[in-house]
């Protein structure tokens, strides 16, 4: 069984290539051929995936990235703001990763070392765009200078968090459209 994990991974993990998968690894699903008729745009049922998989990947990156601005405004209000952004980059693809290796251990049964890897390659660029995205939505609104008591803090956050969302949402669609995988 860790053989056949193994190849679906190796096969499928950077999404480049449309290749049969077994039947464990869920993750990464091939498109019905019913699929392939449609117009690139229009087949709102990878839509529905993308916007599952951009959701999950938005979860991972945003508990790391705003609990760190949260976590340097209590404790460390002083340090530079771009120094505590470029840290809260990292760690929100940090989490991020962590989420998903973790959901591929849980619900795929992999590895944890097989996991971290497949989470690693699977989305990186996505989690990028979502993470400057977020970040440069929430400098525009705040300017990195309004605390977390204020009401508009958290206006901001749920626009940073829907620039998030729907920035990496054209990407992720694309490759699962042209590649035929759900790589989250």
Known sequence: MEQEQLETVAASSCCSAKVEISPIASCCATPSPAREQKGFWIDLTIWKRAAKNTLNCL???SLGD???LIAFQHFAPHTPMFTVMGIAILAGLTTSILLETTL???REHFSWAMAF???F???FLSMVAM???ENATDFMLTGGNISISQPFYWVALGVALLAGFVVPLPYNYYQLKK???ACH
Do not use: W, Y
Request: glycine share 14%.
């Open 59 to 61: 979860v991972g990156c």
């Open 179 to 181: 590649h035929g995988k």
């Open 131 to 133: 993470e400057l995205a």
């Open 121 to 123: 390659s699977m989305s």
């Open 66 to 68: 705003f609990g760190t």
């Open 117 to 119: 890897k497949t989470a």
């Open 104 to 106: 591929l251990r849980i």
